[in-house]
Structures are given as C-alpha cells and as structure tokens.
C-alpha cells in the first residue's frame, strides 16, 4: 500500500511560480513511477508529468512543456513539480499519483485508469 500527500498548493499571480511535493509511504518508492495529474473545474482529469523511479526519463504533457519540472528524491521518498511561468488556464486541483508497473512512460501507460494509488489533491490558483 502506498499513501501519498500533495503540499505546495496556492494562490499565485500570472507568471509566477509553485513547488509542489508528494510525500509517500512505503519501501519501494523508488521502483515506482510517480506523475502528476490536473482537474480543472468541470473538466476531466489530466496528465502533466510523470518520472521513472530511477528519475532517469521523464515526460510531460505539451501544454506545460518547458515550464514544469517533475523530479523526485528517493531518499525522501518525494516527488517534486517546479512551476513557472503559471497561467490562469493552469487553475486546477494536482494530484500526484503512483503506478506500480515500472514500464515505460507512453501516453497509454500514463492515463489515469492505469495509476495504482492518489493523493487527495492540492489547489493552485493563477490569477491574471
């Protein structure tokens, strides 16, 4: 079983910048791969980024390309998402999340049916 707990969330204005966390539980963080989703209001769930557990490759959604940054600690069994250049259309609820299978990170991989546990969510806000 893995928990995990989103911090970082917040209000910000446009063109700012937010650091979110994902503390986990559990011994095998680092076989694990870790990506972080976004629901904006009325609106599905979607992919941002998601890292190995090695954190040797990476992958983002095209949307946040160039302005996100997914990394992770194993020491301290985190995931991290650096972001810049925040835009109002960023506005939503991040959840982090962890799949089991160590594979690849395709785009079929990545979908949220195929992660294995989530976090409760933290707010970010981008005013314009």
């Known amino acids: 079983q893995v928990q995990l707990v989103e911090s970082g969330g917040g209000l910000v204005q446009a063109g700012g910048s937010l650091r979110l966390s994902c503390a986990t539980s559990g011994r095998t963080f680092s076989s694990i791969t870790m990506a972080w989703f976004r629901q904006a209001p009325g609106k599905e769930r979607d992919f941002v980024a998601a890292?190995?557990?090695?954190?040797?490759?990476?992958r983002y959604a095209d949307s946040v390309k160039g302005r996100f940054t997914i990394s992770r600690d194993n020491a301290k069994n985190t995931v991290y998402l650096q972001m810049n250049g925040l835009q109002p259309e960023d506005t939503a609820v991040y959840y982090c999340a962890a799949r089991k299978w160590a594979g690849g990170l395709t785009s079929i991989s990545l979908r949220s049916d195929m992660m294995d546990y989530w976090g409760k969510g933290t707010l970010v806000t981008v005013s314009s």
């Open positions: 890292i190995t557990g090695s954190g040797g490759t990476t």
